[in-house]
């Protein structure tokens, strides 16, 4: 589809068409009076002329403007236009001047959750990426930096909270149970960073002095009754400040820094300047409702918003398709943060396997983009894992490149630099390069193209001279806009393995022998390069490669018995982790061809070896055993078909998964015992590796045929020592056909039913059964009383769950998976277009389908995309998903 020519037709935004601002807003006096349907807002915003036009255009979106006016003097009517999308043109204004706006909106109408909204009663803002025009008319783009004053009025009792950026400057008592407050922020920023929290909400506070001596008082809002569940995300939140010291030299730099939890959210959290915020979901924790993985994610999200202070807000976006120069940079923080605070190895792999799980098929799906997209339709359906985990690997690339005391001095010339400013990729890689003097123009390559490099090795070894020649090939495969591509620079960083499993020494051609390393880095730069190792004696070595996966490519060309020995020997955790995955892989693929030419699937002894290795070691580290006991996803195996097969891949999936409880019953079950934990719930690494595998073992024993695992399980959810232990036992009892299954969900329900974030834990546990009713299932569970499409969260529990995460019953050959789907889609659209976008990305993937299946996919994706009044972002999606 090319640009827009009809009215019905959304317009493409080009990267190329950017044009600076016409007019920039030096300082921006905001006074709210808040009104849950009417409240109004005034701006007062000093402007300045900054190109040739000499009339202004304001974005704008569902405002009621009420008056205008420039430098005190009303404007007539005749001088102001209100354009088709809601904006404002004021034609013949002033080099400078001060424009003041009141309008009229209605939060308890906003829906969208973008803008200025309600929820709970309490009031909230989200204006990232475009919804500050949902609160007035404004330049609202993040090239356009200002300093903010802003004034919140509200009635006292419903609202004795009253929140926005920067530091406190004042607040008192109104006639009528009114009261205000006054909020300064000293720093320029964009809009999309505004932020306005009221209501009746209560403060867990702390505080944080910095390494200068300057000290902040910390606050996290939540409703009443949750004080007691912020205590993991206030210990984040003052590792991450002392961290980003540390490790960046960063300090913070206001005097209050404050967070509100809000459970009515489009994603995980935002970060305002000074006032964070966040979906309950990241914020929220104690031991017996919130999950090991729930108190992870929480210490991520809140480091990465913290992050975002200096990478982020003091250093900007100039446009959004710069969007991964804050997010791929902070999200590439927040990893390594959370490297620094768990185990590093475990929390590594975690992360990869997250990147292939959601940015791999992005990259191969009709969606594909670059790191730094050329064009869309709608922003906010580019906050892809591509922007945000591709970009992250970016950015760790170029680390390992030009090392890590570089990187930091080019951090530090970046921030230097650009700090107040609205800048571009080019700004940062062109720190990098600086300050490391290493040329990075070939590797900006990786910002520009979309796919995912394909690595294929293959090697020669000479015994008479002990000369190993590795050979590495690369190329990335055509995405929709982008049929060639180029090669991009791929470090490799790789070792050499004895016949023992020892480190070889790496000496490349014309190097001396005294310095050779055990482990360096290549760099694949070319279609083809062949690296020559010499001295190598007589023994044919294995090489160990991508150790710490140390560039986001798909390696081929291993085969079983390299893989089994590289599992079972390398010195890399990643690569022994990654080698026992592509074998399974492999396994799986096998195995799926042969059911599908009438073969039942058993257990390979290759890949029981694997599993009985891991489970003799497993003490020793019982975070990586839980880790590598876990088989491929099906999404992962069917990613290796041309068509996938998700009835065969799951039915393979479920049969080893019961052998293997199976054979190593009896091991499971002694690890099921020897990893009870007596003490109190801890969440440092230890405590939960052990869960993690304590937690994997029973999941095991609840497929064998052999073994208690059932029954294990009722006691473990009847015991109910922590959300992390109930839930893992309930799920095992939700994906059998145990006779407690039903009473034991009631039990969770009646439990939990006052509790949003368990509840949608309740939902997702049945949308993601491996049980064969579970599409009718989940059709009931869209209508229980407790579903609310209003409520992203609860939509993203059960909608997302079931077609983002189990693909068996998605894929339905009756079609009914992808029915639901779309009709959920188009319920959703017009209450939550954001969410709508988002939710139906899994339709997209009929390309890669039978073709029955494809037919019903594309009859679902055309029955959305005839919808009157669709939305552009839903449109986008939708549309490119056909076009592919
Ligand atoms: N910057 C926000 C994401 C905004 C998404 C807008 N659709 C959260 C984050 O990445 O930190
Ligand atoms: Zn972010």
Redesign the pocket.
């Known amino acids: 589809m090319t640009a827009s020519t009809t009215a019905s037709t959304p317009a493409t935004i080009r990267r190329e068409d950017y044009t600076p601002p016409a007019f920039l807003v030096d300082t921006v006096e905001l006074h709210f009076a808040l009104h849950p349907t009417a409240t109004r807002v005034r701006a007062r915003l000093a402007m300045r002329r900054n190109g040739e036009s000499h009339d202004l255009e304001l974005d704008g979106e569902e405002l009621m403007l009420l008056s205008a006016s420039i430098d005190g003097v009303a404007l007539p009517s005749y001088r102001v236009a209100s354009l088709p999308s809601g904006g404002l043109r004021i034609e013949g204004v002033p080099d400078s001047f001060m424009l003041e706006t009141l309008v009229e909106i209605s939060p308890e109408a906003n829906s969208e959750l973008s803008g200025l909204y309600l929820s709970g009663g309490n009031y909230f803002t989200q204006c990232?990426?475009e919804g500050f025009r949902r609160i007035t008319f404004f330049p609202d783009r993040p090239d356009v930096m200002s300093r903010y004053s802003v004034t919140i009025e509200a009635e006292k009792t419903a609202c004795p909270v009253l929140l926005s950026n920067g530091n406190p400057a004042g607040g008192g008592e109104l006639p009528d149970g009114r009261h205000w407050a006054k909020w300064e922020d000293p720093h320029p920023k964009p809009s999309y960073l505004f932020a306005l929290v009221a209501g009746d909400l209560v403060a867990v506070r702390d505080s944080f002095t910095t390494r200068s001596g300057r000290e902040v008082a910390l606050a996290i809002y939540v409703r009443q009754g949750d004080e007691d569940a912020c205590g993991h995300a206030m210990d984040s939140l003052k590792a991450s400040m002392a961290w980003d010291e540390t490790e960046y030299g960063l300090e913070y730099d206001l005097d209050v820094f404050n967070i509100a939890a809000v459970s009515d959210f489009?994603?995980?959290?935002?970060?305002n300047k000074g006032l964070n915020v966040f979906n309950t979901k990241y914020i929220l924790a104690r031991p017996d409702t919130a999950t090991d993985a729930d108190y992870e994610g929480i210490e991520t999200v809140v480091a990465?918003?913290y992050f975002?202070n200096w990478t982020g807000n003091r250093v900007t976006c100039r446009d959004w398709f710069q969007l991964s120069l804050k997010?791929g940079l902070?999200v590439f923080r927040d990893q390594h943060f959370s490297e620094f605070m768990g185990s590093a190895a475990v929390k590594r792999l975690a992360n990869v396997r997250r990147l292939r799980a959601a940015q791999f098929p992005e990259d191969a799906g009709p969606m594909a983009h670059p790191v730094r997209p050329d064009s869309y339709v709608e922003i906010?359906n580019f906050?892809t894992a591509t922007v945000?985990q591709k970009g992250s690997e970016v950015v760790r690339m170029m680390r390992e490149l030009i090392g890590p005391a570089s990187f930091r001095k080019g951090m530090d010339l970046y921030i230097a630099r650009h700090d107040n400013q609205a800048v571009t990729i080019e700004a940062f890689v062109g720190a990098m390069q600086d300050a490391s003097g290493i040329d990075l123009s070939r590797f900006a390559r990786w910002y520009a193209q979309a796919g995912t490099p394909e690595v294929t090795v293959s090697d020669s070894f000479d015994e008479a001279t002990g000369r190993y020649t590795l050979s590495l090939t690369q190329s990335t495969p055509p995405t929709p806009g982008q049929p060639t591509k180029q090669p991009v620079p791929i470090p490799v960083a790789m070792g050499l393995l004895g016949p023992d499993g020892a480190a070889l020494p790496l000496r490349l051609s014309g190097e001396n022998a005294a310095e050779a390393p055990e482990e360096r880095v290549l760099l694949l730069e070319e279609a083809k390069q062949d690296f020559v190792f010499e001295g190598l004696g007589t023994q044919r070595p294995v090489p160990s490669l991508l150790r710490g996966y140390s560039a986001p490519v798909k390696l081929h060309g291993l085969g079983l018995e390299t893989l089994g020995f590289l599992a079972a020997k390398d010195s890399d955790p990643f690569v022994r982790w990654e080698s026992a995955q592509q074998y399974a892989t492999a396994e799986m693929l096998r195995l799926v061809a042969a059911y599908r030419a009438g073969q039942e699937p058993t257990l390979p002894d290759g890949l029981a070896g694997i599993f009985a290795a891991v489970l003799e070691r497993a003490e020793q580290d019982p975070a990586f055993a839980a880790e590598a006991l876990a088989l491929p996803s099906e999404d992962f195996v069917a990613g290796q078909m041309r068509i996938a097969d998700p009835e065969a891949i799951h039915l393979v999936r479920q049969a080893l998964r019961r052998q293997l409880g199976t054979r190593f019953a009896s091991r499971f079950a002694a690890l099921h015992d020897s990893l009870a934990d007596a003490g109190p719930y801890r969440t440092d690494g230890d405590s939960i590796g052990r869960r993690a595998l304590r937690n994997a073992a029973l999941t095991y024993l609840g497929r064998a045929d052999a073994g208690d695992g059932l029954a294990r399980a009722r006691v473990q959810f009847a015991a109910g020592a922590n959300m992390t232990d109930v839930l893992a036992a309930l799920r095992v009892l939700v994906d059998s056909e145990d006779p407690a299954r039903e009473d034991a969900l009631a039990a969770f329900h009646a439990s939990w039913r006052a509790d949003p974030l368990v509840l949608d834990k309740w939902f997702t546990l049945q949308a993601v059964s491996t049980r064969p009713d579970t599409l009718a299932a989940v059709q009931a569970l869209a209508k229980h009383p407790d579903f609310d499409l209003r409520n992203p969260n609860r939509v993203r529990s059960l909608v997302g769950a079931f077609a983002a995460g189990n693909p068996a019953q998605f894929h339905a050959t009756s079609g009914e998976g992808y029915r639901f789907l779309a009709e959920m889609v188009i319920a959703l659209d017009p209450v939550n277009a954001?969410v709508a976008a988002r939710i139906v990305s899994p339709l997209g993937d009929w390309k890669r389908q039978s073709p029955d299946r494809a037919a019903i996919m594309r009859a679902e994706l055309e029955r959305i995309l005839a919808l009157p009044g669709l939305s552009k972002g839903t449109f986008e999606k939708v549309s490119k998903s056909l076009a592919a």
Request: no cysteine; net charge negative; aromatic share 12%.
């Open positions: 990232e990426a489009n994603m995980g959290a935002m970060e990465h918003e975002h997010e902070t906010n906050y945000y954001q």
